[in-house]
């Protein structure tokens, strides 16, 4: 059984920073992509960042230049710097994990909230 538990959500001004975490454990295959996804009130869930095993990176266009995933691999977690916020960033992020390139891990999700 594997779990991921998402940190470093909460309540921030406009213009400010969050750092999100997710650390996975438990009966951990390759970790080969990791990802943060999100989910406004009333929309489907949409793509924020991911990151692969070699470190390549890609963003959503709404996030580009303000959001940056990084993951530590030894410790089986990632991370979203989140600056500049704005209240459309306002949403549930999830953390995902593509194991072993078969097995597809959800986090709990972690709640967002940016103030104008």
């Known amino acids: 059984q594997v779990q991921l538990v998402e940190s470093g959500g909460g309540l921030v001004q406009a213009g400010g920073s969050l750092r999100l975490s997710c650390a996975a454990s438990g009966s951990i295959f390759r970790i080969n992509t990791m990802g943060w996804y999100r989910q406004a009130p009333g929309k489907q869930r949409e793509l924020a960042a991911t990151i692969t095993s070699s470190g390549s990176t890609n963003y959503a266009d709404s996030v580009k230049g303000r959001f940056t995933i990084s993951r530590d691999s030894a410790k089986n977690t990632v991370y979203l710097q989140m600056n500049s916020l704005k209240p459309e960033d306002t949403a549930v992020y999830y953390c995902?994990?593509?194991?072993?390139?078969?097995?597809?891990?959800w986090g709990q999700g972690t709640q967002v909230t940016v103030a104008s």
């Open positions: 995902n994990m593509l194991m072993n390139w078969a097995y597809n891990y």
